[in-house]
């Protein structure tokens, strides 16, 4: 948990309450900002939970370099809704950086990463804000989001309007870790993972439906801070993640944890 700038929670839950709206337009109008992985890695996805262990969820991805995007495509983006949201998202990125810095310094130090603050920092493109909204109508207990561990470097959870987000414990029990206005949680993800040979393990984590979620469905935004100087984990190799046992990653050794990665 890291203290969370009231500034920063601030555009966060303004930017929130845009988001809802956007999610409220038709679907139509949302599908004509599709994602885009080959240029700003900005747009928005919907997923209808087909496949193994596909989550149900609507979701906008939101980078620095869609400044430019967003410049590009604004004579079609006509709609009032679609332009508040998109520059507060915008907006809120920018103001991200110097939270995620002071966790690297702070993990840097802890941990004797060296050089691990100068490459978050020089990671700042690749950082990426997603706004999530899971989807109504499931059963409580549902896992809304299956269990995974994300492949950046680690993940800033900024915001839920409700309960149900768990992590996974080293002995392998769920535990609820809810978010709160006053603190930001942060779990390494699998470049991490890499980065301090092991000794930080990339967190195994689940959204799991609660009585009020289940019927209302649930939102949310986190930040991915990908590492650009570190290795990519190999999904063409060794799969999706989401497909992964839970925990797999928590007792491997180093040298074979490695091998799951890109050259």
């Not at 599709?34 to 939101?62: C, H, L, T």
């Not at 991200?96 to 920092?121: C, H, M, N, W, Y």
């Not at 942060?186 to 979620?213: D, F, N, W, Y």
Request: glycine share 8%; with cysteine.
């Amino acid at each position: 948990m890291l203290a969370y700038p009231a500034a920063l929670r601030k555009a966060v839950e303004e930017t929130e309450k845009s988001w809802k709206k956007f999610c409220a337009l038709p679907v139509e109008v949302k599908k004509g900002l599709p994602y885009s992985n080959g240029g700003a890695g900005v747009g928005y996805e919907i997923k209808d939970g087909s496949g193994n262990k596909g989550d149900r969820k609507e979701n906008f991805d939101v980078t620095v370099e869609a400044k430019n995007w967003l410049a590009a495509n604004s004579k079609v983006i006509s709609n009032p809704v679609v332009l508040d949201f998109l520059e507060k998202a915008i907006a809120l990125v920018s103001l991200i950086k110097p939270t995620v810095v002071d966790f690297a310094e702070q993990s840097e130090s802890a941990f004797s990463l060296r050089g691990f603050a100068e490459e978050v920092s020089a990671s700042d493109k690749a950082f990426f804000v997603r706004f999530i909204h899971y989807f109504d109508n499931r059963e409580v207990g549902d896992e809304t989001a299956s269990a995974h561990v994300d492949q950046s470097g680690f993940t800033l959870h900024l915001f839920e309007d409700a309960p149900g987000f768990q992590i996974l414990t080293p002995g392998k029990k769920w535990i609820n870790l809810p978010i709160t206005a006053g603190e930001t949680l942060i779990i390494p993800s699998m470049q991490m993972q890499l980065r301090s040979g092991s000794e930080l393990k990339a967190t195994c984590h689940r959204v799991v439906a609660t009585p009020e979620t289940a019927q209302k469905g649930r939102y949310s935004s986190v930040c991915f801070v990908q590492l650009k100087d570190t290795p990519k984990y190999d999904k063409d190799a060794h799969g999706r993640l989401q497909e992964k046992a839970q925990g797999f990653n928590y007792d491997m050794k180093p040298e074979a944890f490695a091998g799951l990665f890109k050259k």
